[in-house]
């Protein structure tokens, strides 16, 4: 399965904002609170692209702004909130091996500044598996989860530019979402994706199956302003789904 995706320039918001009220409840340290970040793609496949089109070139996209999330949720719970990280890994060596830089263990360090739980992965039925059985379910659920990474309508896209310019060798489609246990959750579970158009299908998915609405972009999102210590928001002409 391959999908497009492009980001766009918009005002940014700050990234220290408090904890949305519906999520208050995800917080609950008796549960989990899962955080997905995809990969990054390749320098050397987005140079093939229109200047206008290229997009994505810091490999630290999608680990900043989980890192920002992170601390947000911390300070929200007085420290209480048990996180787990999942992150794709093959993405993140391949962009190492490009920059000559160790990616791997700049994220390694904010598992263990933050002192959260960190799984690596490599495709989405990992993810799948991480959520129904990562912990016992039967006393530990999913109480919030959230994705960063490419993404389009259908599918978390979590390796992006990386073997094929603009498609993805490992995702999680919307027709995967049916492997997932609704008991892997938490009633009132808080979801959300910041990736590009999840709103526009994958979202009610996600919600047919777990029984969890998760928010999503009508449009695409943009992490242009990472660097300034913000998270994602949505392009103009776009919003986020109810």
Sequence with gaps: MTRRLFLSGALAICAWVSVPSEAQAALNPNDEYIIVSGGPSLVSQESY?????????WWG?????????????????????????????PGYEARQNE?????????????????IRLVWFSSGEEVINYINGGQDRSRVKVSGFEY????NKF?????????????????L????????????????????????HTGES?????????GAKMIGAIGKTDYSKTYE????????????SS
């Design 49 to 57: 692209r229109r200047e206008a089109h290229r997009h994505d070139r």
């Design 61 to 89: 996209n999608f680990i900043r702004t989980a890192r920002f999330r992170i601390e947000q949720l911390q300070k929200a719970s007085n420290g209480a909130v048990n996180i787990t990280w999942l992150v794709y890994r």
């Design 99 to 115: 920059d000559g830089q160790p990616h791997v263990t700049n994220i390694e360090s904010v598992r263990d500044k933050y002192k």
């Design 148 to 151: 960063f990474g490419h993404s």
């Design 155 to 171: 599918c978390f896209i979590f390796d992006y530019s990386n073997h094929i310019l603009g498609a993805s060798a490992a995702f």
């Design 173 to 196: 489609h919307q027709s995967q979402l049916g492997s997932i246990s609704r008991k892997a959750f938490a009633r009132g579970a808080y979801c959300k994706s910041w990736g590009c």
């Design 202 to 210: 994958f979202s009610a998915e996600w919600r047919r199956v777990t």
């Design 229 to 240: 210590g913000t998270l994602p928001f949505v392009s103009p002409g776009g919003r986020w």
